[in-house]
């Protein structure tokens, strides 16, 4: 096939699209320049390129970039399986998708990183049976788990529900079951670092470091290794920083919507609608380098994790202020905490430690 047939798309779905220079951080300098115009990131807001393909027979929607209806041939490469959360047809259902497909597993219950009986991939596998019998055709997938942060460990090829079959059972044998492996502790204490695969290129804010890092990727410890109604302590300065240019919309659901209400039932019934169709916000992310203002509702979803803790403590935040906006209690360092929660579940509480929590 000549490569002028080819084109490249960034499965970005409603995050922020990339420029042409974190793009050739990514994939290469001369991928970048040999595709030019052939090389962008998907738009989940322009019509002109997206394709509804009906519902699934569980109702759910299937739109999709217009190159994954139309083109001969869709090759996905998926750069990493972080647990149970990417990988299979999350790639091509989210990753080239709408909101209009997409809230039916963005909920607060729905999206998961279980590595094993994953619910919210089991709504994929079945919008994907709908793509490949709708469109007569499969989708060619490239899977890949990585060994570290800059290398590929295992690849695969192939269909997407066989080459995710295939690193699962990797993945499975990586991370054992943590449910029942000891007794649920009262105290969780793990450390956040100034990270989050939403600030890529970009800068944290309050709402990335407490709520959709503290609680969300690193928050299955606190189901699985403490009790219900244990005390969490993470460790973060958490400065309040905003970045306007990549998350304009964070720092609105900040300030106005979690004073509001701190449930993300309620924050999505009553703000989901609203910030999924922000002409204003939806504008700087078509036309600029801004997540879908959606995107912060769905930071807020983690907060569902206060069902099962009892409170939380942020300790060593340079302003107390800032975890106590979001209801978390500030103390200066780790030991402070510790003493404030063994005042809560006793002196010969248990307490159970992770070490580097991302990893």
């Known amino acids: ?86 990988g299979g047809w999350k790639s091509v259902c989210v990753g080239l998708s709408t909101w209009r497909s997409i809230r039916w597993t963005h909920t ?21 049976a709908h793509l490949e019998s709708t469109l007569g055709k499969r989708v060619f997938k490239i899977e890949t788990v990585l060994a570290n942060a800059t290398k590929i460990g295992r690849i695969w090829a192939g269909g997407v529900a066989e080459t995710r079959a295939a690193a699962q059972e990797v993945l499975e044998q990586r991370h054992p079951p943590r449910r029942g492996q000891a007794e649920p502790a009262h105290v969780v204490v793990y450390g956040l670092p100034a990270w989050s695969p939403y600030a890529t290129f970009a800068r944290m804010n309050p709402l990335l470091t407490l709520v959709s890092s503290g609680l969300g990727y690193l928050g299955g410890y606190i189901e699985a290794l403490g009790k219900p109604g244990c005390s969490v302590i993470v460790t973060t300065p958490c400065p309040e920083e905003w970045d306007e240019e990549h998350h304009p ?26 910030f999924a169709t922000r002409a204003d916000y939806i504008e700087r992310y078509r ?33 107390p202020k800032v975890p106590e906006h979001v209801g978390f209690i500030s103390t200066p360092t780790v030991e402070d905490a510790i003493a404030e929660a ?14 580097n929590a991302m990893g």
Do not use: Q
């Not at 420029?19 to 115009?37: C, H, N, Q, W, Y």
């Not at 609105?252 to 309620?266: F, G, I, Q």
């Not at 995107?295 to 300790?315: C, D, E, N, Y």
């Open 108 to 128: 607060p219950d729905g999206m998961s990183m279980s590595v094993r009986n994953n619910r919210m991939h089991e709504v994929f596998n079945e919008m994907g």
């Open 1 to 86: 096939m000549p490569e002028e047939n080819v084109s490249l798309v960034c499965a970005n779905a409603l995050h922020r699209k990339w420029t042409s220079e974190e793009l050739a951080s990514v994939i290469g300098d001369d991928l970048v320049r040999r595709f030019g115009p052939r090389l962008t990131c998907h738009d989940a807001e322009d019509a002109a390129n997206l394709v509804h393909l009906g519902t699934t027979s569980s109702g759910y929607d299937v739109e999709v970039h217009r190159g994954v209806a139309e083109s001969d041939l869709t090759v996905y490469v998926n750069a990493a399986c972080h647990m149970g959360f990417g």
């Open 287 to 319: 036309n600029g380098v801004a997540f879908h203002p959606v995107h912060a509702i769905l930071a807020t979803h983690p907060l569902k994790r206060l069902h099962h803790a009892g409170r939380v403590f942020v300790a060593g935040a340079r302003d």
């Open 249 to 274: 919309s964070y720092r609105e659901v900040w300030e106005r919507v979690l004073p509001e209400t701190r449930d993300p039932y309620e924050i999505t019934e009553r703000f989901g609608e609203e």
């Open 342 to 355: 063994e005042r809560i579940h006793g002196g010969d509480c248990s307490i159970v430690c992770v070490e």
